[in-house]
């Protein structure tokens, strides 16, 4: 039964998509991200065990409430069988249904995910009804961390997290944590190249101001500058960045 709900599931997906994507101009190109002269943006999506993955977590999910269905059909029926053969058909239909909404909308979610990187930022985009884009300058970033769950490990994925300025563990003033501000590149089975990536970047942005003296002369900064100077700046930098966190 399972089988057949997904086989028809993926047949009606392919047309509810294609009206979906006429009806709400959904983007079928990765969003558009300014790169420096003479670069090119990279443009990619979740890896195909992502999907797997958001359909297990819902296969377990639907299991309980397709047994409960199940038992209460079958207790129905055996204390009143013509009223369970009556509501034989309902109840399948109660528990293939489901499976097929969360079918097309797991892959809804899949398929209009997108992430984009050039040298200087990160761009996220996910949605279909509301579609939602995050943009991360690598400037503003604090913390890269790769995450990955038991099941995650189970399908070769993992979730990049990308922390910017002003996240962390601060309250607000009657106590109420404040939302982190990041982004999450999820279901990635590339995430420790991703994460080393954005790092790479990251130093790249941060040292081409500041104690970068070693490969620019300090007249071209600024006449005048010393080492002592560029110290002093450096040190306030630090201090902003550590108050940031």
Not at 26 to 43: C, I, K, R, Y
Not at 147 to 165: L, M, N
Not at 169 to 184: C, D, E, F, H
Not at 226 to 239: A, K, S, W
Request: hydrophobic share 50%; proline share 6%.
């Amino acid at each position: 039964m399972r089988g057949s709900a997904e086989h028809a599931a993926a047949w009606i997906y392919e047309g509810i998509w294609a009206a979906l994507v006429r009806w709400f101009r959904v983007p079928e190109e990765p969003p558009a991200l300014s790169a420096p002269p003479g670069e090119s943006a990279e443009s990619f999506r979740p890896a195909p065990g992502f999907l797997a993955y958001l359909k297990l977590l819902f296969w377990i999910a639907l299991a309980a409430v397709d047994a409960l269905l199940a038992l209460v059909w079958l207790g129905i029926t055996i204390a009143v069988p013509w009223l369970g053969a009556l509501l034989f058909l309902p109840a399948v239909a109660l528990i293939v249904a489901p499976d097929i909404v969360a079918y097309i909308a797991i892959h809804l979610r899949y398929d209009t995910t997108w992430y984009v990187m050039t040298s200087r930022s990160l761009r996220i985009r996910r949605g279909i009804w509301v579609i939602h884009e995050v943009t991360i300058t690598f400037e503003n970033v604090q913390n890269v961390s790769v995450s990955q769950g038991p099941v995650q490990r189970h399908f070769g994925i993992s979730d990049v997290v990308v922390e910017t300025a002003g996240a962390g563990a601060a309250q607000g003033q009657k106590g109420t944590p404040l939302i982190s501000n990041r982004g999450v590149i999820e279901g990635v089975s590339d995430a420790a190249r991703i994460r080393d990536l954005i790092l790479a970047r990251l130093r790249r942005s941060r040292t081409a101001g500041l104690g970068d003296e070693r490969e620019r002369p300090l007249d071209a900064l600024a006449p005048g500058w010393t080492g002592e100077h560029l110290r002093v700046l450096r040190e306030i930098r630090d201090e902003a960045a550590a108050l940031r966190r």
